[in-house]
């Protein structure tokens, strides 16, 4: 992501929480929190073996 892009994808999260800026720090920090847990799930299912076929310890 460019500078550029990272300013705008700012300027739009600032503007969905009607310019609190507290408000979209806790929105994000939200967001984080909710991708960490899905990818503990992912080491998890990768960890006991995955799908059937995968190979162990690969995540792609």
């Not at 990272?6 to 991708?35: M, S």
Request: hydrophobic share 45%; net charge negative; proline share 2%.
């Amino acid at each position: 992501m460019s500078s550029g892009s990272h300013e705008a994808a700012i300027d739009e999260i600032v503007a969905r929480c009607n310019g609190d800026i507290r408000g979209a720090l806790k929105a994000l920090l939200l967001v984080n929190e909710q991708l960490e847990a899905e990818l503990a799930e992912l080491h998890a299912a990768v960890a006991d073996g995955g799908p059937a076929g995968a190979r162990r310890g690969v995540l792609h």
